[in-house]
RNA sequence: GGAGGCGUCGCCUAGUCCGGUCUAUGGCGCCCGCCUGCUAAGCGGGUUUGGGGUUUAGAGCCCCAUCGAGGGUUCAAAUCCCUCCGCCUCCGCCA
């Protein structure tokens, strides 16, 4: 949720935003107007509790008739108190329900528009040229099949559409890219995270999961639970209600673990082989810092990305995501899209936000402020890697004719220190 | 799953039975000052968090809320009642 107090300051520049993202900017002015009446009720009710306070003291001294008395007359005073706390209680419940409908300012330079009004900011890389070569790419399914790596027809048997079983080279490559995410952000300074996945509504409301994307999130009724669709989650929630101590410089998490999506509203989109998913793998950066720190940490998350598809040896583009299409927390969003032959075109493997404050707010997650007093910091997070999306884009691009794939240098140390992986046989039948 | 105990402003702690000068006690730690070759000790003061008002702004001052969280009873709640959360102990069950 965005400030309040700024908000005040700047209505301007809240409505911009608004606009730039395509949404509603007339929200500020419901918050305005539901913040006037807030403070006006709270100076009412504050007055009329303080002299109820100062009832009660004589009440308490005095004796007999002189008590009857005083109690008589306090008796509609405490009505009123609680009339006034009811009406302040009301209009800050309006204010807040607005403001948190309300998306993050944008950071100055963030593309206007939506979905298709990215900025590229660069392309790295070349996407190999298969018909130089002489043969028609296979795609991930293919080969994943011809390599014993990927089985989707019996992942929905198990357990439905969208899952799969990984076998084999494909589970050694999963945790291959996992280790490999791991060794790098633990080089850059992150501290290694294992996370929960289950959160209470409280931590998946204060990482804002909650607002547009609802119906994406898998609930446990029976226990009030949400399976979480990102490690970011969970450490959003880890300083939740916190002041946390950044002299020393930003707090730098990176965790691994299993995703839930329960990709509501993508019927169809994606439908052939892992890549649009409900559970997979993936290994996520959250940085906590301070506001005036946070587009050098941006940077900084978006560095190690490319380290990452660079060390994958892929070919790849870097976008900025347009305003409309960021998610209420983001108020700037880098994607780094890997190139996928057989789809001609680029699609997204990693991704990293700017929160700026956003999210730390509703958390309560606040740092000492020079001056005396506390200040909300800012979080960031940004996708290491996944397991599906790259295991596709390494398959694909690093395909030879024979089905057989090169690996890349940096993933061989963790696969035993082969080079390629080879077709093998169909996976064994099936035996009673 | 069953039974019981506990949760106080960084840490420890008084207060809760029996509601009202609780404006939450004391200690430790920390901060500022005094004293002092230096340090320590000693002395004095300060030290939860959020919000509102005052102010050009800040400082300061005033007020409200905050005793795990949320409701309730009452003129009045740290204190009584209910729900939830967390921690601990015992029993059962499973590793």
Redesign the pocket.
């Known amino acids: 949720m965005i400030d309040?107090r700024e908000l005040r300051a700047d209505p301007d520049r809240a409505r911009t935003s608004q606009q730039a993202r395509g949404e509603d900017p007339g929200l500020v002015d419901v918050v305005l107007s539901a913040d006037e009446r807030h403070?006006a009720a709270?100076?009412q009710?504050?007055?009329a509790?303080?002299e109820?306070?100062a009832?009660?003291k004589s009440?308490?001294?005095a004796q007999g008739e002189e008590k009857q008395a005083l109690?008589a007359q306090?008796?509609d005073l405490?009505g009123r108190v609680k009339q006034l706390d009811a009406e302040a209680g009301s209009a800050v419940e309006e204010r807040d329900a607005a403001l948190r409908r309300i998306g993050n300012v944008i950071v100055d330079g963030v593309p206007v528009g939506g979905e298709d009004d990215y900025v590229v900011l660069e392309e790295v890389g070349v996407p190999r040229d298969f018909e130089a070569e002489g043969f028609a790419p296979r795609d991930h399914l293919e080969l994943g099949e011809l390599l014993g790596a990927i089985d989707t027809v019996r992942g929905a048997k198990v357990s439905g559409a969208r899952f799969y079983y990984l076998l084999g080279a494909g589970a050694r490559l999963e945790l291959a890219l996992m280790a490999l995410a791991q060794q790098i952000t633990q080089e850059e300074g992150f501290v290694p995270v294992v996370v929960p996945t289950l959160v209470r509504p409280e931590t998946m409301a204060g990482a804002g999961f909650l607002d547009a994307h609802a119906d994406e999130v898998y609930r446990l009724e029976a226990d009030d639970l949400y399976l979480t669709g990102t490690s970011e989650v969970a450490l959003a929630g880890l300083h939740a209600d916190e002041i946390v101590d950044l002299a020393a410089g930003p707090l730098r998490y990176a965790a691994t673990s299993t995703c839930y999506r329960r990709e509501a509203g993508s019927y169809g989109k994606d439908t052939r082989g892992i890549f649009r998913v409900h559970q997979f793998t993936k290994t996520e950066m959250f940085v906590y810092c301070r506001p005036e720190d946070a587009q050098a940490e941006h940077a900084n998350l978006l560095r190690i990305e490319r380290r990452v598809l660079e060390a994958l040896e892929l070919p790849y583009r870097v976008i900025d995501v347009a305003a409309g299409d960021l998610g209420g927390p983001a108020a700037r969003k880098f994607d780094c899209e890997a190139w996928i032959p057989t789809q001609g075109r680029y699609r997204e493997l990693t991704s990293t936000s700017n929160c700026t404050t956003y999210q730390a707010r509703r958390l309560g997650t606040?740092e000492r402020a020079e001056?005396?007093?506390?200040r909300t910091v800012a979080t960031l997070n940004g996708t290491a890697l996944t397991s599906t999306r790259p295991i596709i884009a390494l398959l694909e691009n690093h395909q030879q004719e024979d089905g057989s794939v090169r690996l890349p240098e940096a993933l061989r140390p963790f696969l035993g220190g082969e080079d390629v992986l080879f077709p093998v046989g169909p996976p064994p039948a099936r035996t009673v």
Do not use: D, P, S
């Open positions: 309040i403070r709270l100076a009710f504050e007055q509790r303080a109820q306070k009832f009660g009440v308490a001294r109690l306090v008796k405490a606040r001056g005396g007093g506390t």
